[in-house]
């Protein structure tokens, strides 16, 4: 079974820019949820969405979004960056979330905002 | 609100030593899952294990094994034999009913396991 991919690996965009993250799910797998995590921290709930819905949303404001696919993989927006927003950007896949289920991870984007 | 507390920044031990990772959560639920999750160089984070909040019974996993206590609200594990390979972040999680079972993690432990 493939593993979760994220994509780019890193990334550098000035403040004001906006960014587009990319994560294919595991297969099988019809949930997605981003993180992000800043140096030195745990990860942050951003949003979760099942079937192509958000289905839950952490302390972010609006210019964060999200899309999910028909075939599940699964865009993070950022508009309007800020230099706060440098982090590791991570996604991770699921079964339909139920609060107890095992998370797969991929490996991240990096982001830093200039 | 919940909460998730790991009091120990940093741990460096020799190999083949024990360890024991400390993990304080908050909840006001009664339905609750607490996680543990190791995060290597790479970067992706690893499911190592997890329990619910209506089993307390401890168990071993080969080198992994955990000890959770509602009383005292606390989730810790332990790593036997360390193994320079265990060298990474671990991060305590937590997942209640109250919150959507949005998961919350804790800071981190930067576990370093020397030869």
């Known amino acids: 079974e493939t593993g979760v991919t994220q994509s780019p690996t890193h990334l550098i965009k000035t403040r004001g820019q906006q960014v587009t993250l990319r994560c294919s799910s595991q297969?099988?797998?019809?949930?997605v949820s981003w993180y992000q995590q800043a140096l030195g921290q745990g990860p942050q709930f951003i949003f979760q969405?099942?079937?192509?819905?958000?289905?839950g949303r952490g302390n972010f404001p609006p210019r964060f979004s999200g899309l999910q696919f028909p075939n599940y993989s699964s865009e993070l927006n950022v508009n309007a960056l800020e230099l706060d927003d440098s982090a590791l950007y991570l996604c991770?896949?699921?079964?339909?979330?139920?609060?107890?289920?095992?998370?797969?991870f991929g490996s991240g984007t990096q982001l830093s905002v200039l | 609100a919940q909460k998730v507390t790991q009091a120990q920044t940093e741990i460096s031990v020799v190999e083949k030593e024990d360890v024991t990772l400390d993990c304080v959560y908050e909840t006001r639920d009664t339905t609750y899952y607490l996680f543990w999750y190791k995060q290597p160089p790479s970067g992706e984070l690893v499911f190592l294990i997890r329990r619910n909040s209506f089993d307390e019974q401890n168990e071993i996993s080969g080198r992994y094994s955990w000890n959770f206590q509602k009383s005292t609200s606390s989730f810790n594990f332990t790593i036997t034999a360390s193994q320079v390979v265990d060298s990474a972040v671990y991060f305590c999680?937590?997942?209640?009913?109250?919150?959507?079972?949005?998961?919350?993690f804790g800071k981190g432990t930067l576990l370093t396991v020397n030869p």
């Open positions: 999680a937590l997942s209640e009913a109250g919150s959507n079972y949005k998961l919350t």
């Open positions: 969405y099942y079937r192509e819905e958000e289905n």
């Open positions: 297969s099988g797998h019809n949930t």
């Open positions: 991770a896949s699921s079964q339909k979330w139920t609060g107890n289920e095992k998370l797969f």
